[in-house]
């Protein structure tokens, strides 16, 4: 069965937006894994506009499950990632204007420097993924510079504005998930998936984590974050 990382990112921005002390991530984490999520998937952003330095290192020690450490390929959050070691890094394209990630990484235009950073975390005996748009071209990029992981971006998925519009882009996904098997790279996906709309990705198979955040969280709101993490728990055990 697929996994599920859950993406704590909002529940920082929350605190945030009055800059004290809850709600705590790192007590998010905790429930949401007690509440059967297989990881805790977190982005620490230049512009550290919600996950903060504080937060990971507190995460590092307390998460039992898998860290992802979303970042992007810069000589900053390298460093930051071979101190605190997570589980797995995901590289993402990073914008300072952005509401949140726009799309997926340009792998095959930035080939050199993803590669230097994909060598240096995994000398540092960490897992890489490169978040990616269901490309073939980007995903044989991926290969190229020696990624474990691709982390499908499901974001025109999720945005499609008809049914004819979502089935292209489901099989576009399916095609990615099958070139990257090909290729012997692992596979996850996310960004926009919610409730609704996970049942016909989980249910193509092949993808071995999926990384959900803002449905979750936006979901906890209203029925607590145990019970939003549980039904999206088994949403993808059934699809």
């Avoid at 499950?65 to 070691?85: D, P, S």
């Avoid at 726009?102 to 890489?128: F, K, P």
Wanted: charge should be negative; glycine fraction near 8%; hydrophobic fraction near 45%.
């Amino acid at each position: 069965m697929a996994r599920l990382g859950v993406n704590i990112d909002h529940v920082a921005t929350i605190r945030q937006a009055r800059g004290g002390v809850e709600p705590d991530p790192v007590a998010a984490a905790v429930i949401a894994e007690l509440a059967g999520a297989d990881g805790i998937t977190i982005h620490l952003r230049e512009d550290r506009r919600h996950i903060q330095d504080r937060d990971l290192k507190l995460l590092r020690e307390t998460v039992k499950t898998r860290l992802n450490l979303e970042m992007a390929a810069t000589r900053e959050m390298v460093a930051i990632a071979l101190t605190v070691k997570p589980d797995i890094c995901t590289l993402v394209p990073e914008k300072r204007q952005e509401l949140t990630t726009e799309g997926g990484l340009d792998v095959r235009l930035h080939m050199q420097n993803i590669a230097e950073t994909v060598e240096r975390l995994q000398e540092g005996d960490l897992l890489v993924s490169l978040f990616i748009d269901p490309d073939p071209d980007q995903i044989k990029a991926s290969d190229k510079v020696g990624a474990d992981y691709i982390e499908i971006h499901t974001g025109a998925f999720a945005g499609a504005k008809d049914w004819k519009s979502q089935e292209q882009e489901l099989i576009k996904i399916e095609n990615a998930i099958k070139l990257a098997a090909k290729l012997g790279l692992g596979v996850n996906a996310g960004h926009g998936l919610n409730y609704t709309n996970i049942k016909k990705v989980a249910a193509v198979g092949g993808i071995e984590e999926y990384n959900i955040g803002h449905s979750i969280i936006s979901r906890a709101v209203l029925v607590g974050l145990d019970r939003a993490v549980r039904e999206m728990v088994d949403l993808i055990k059934y699809a």
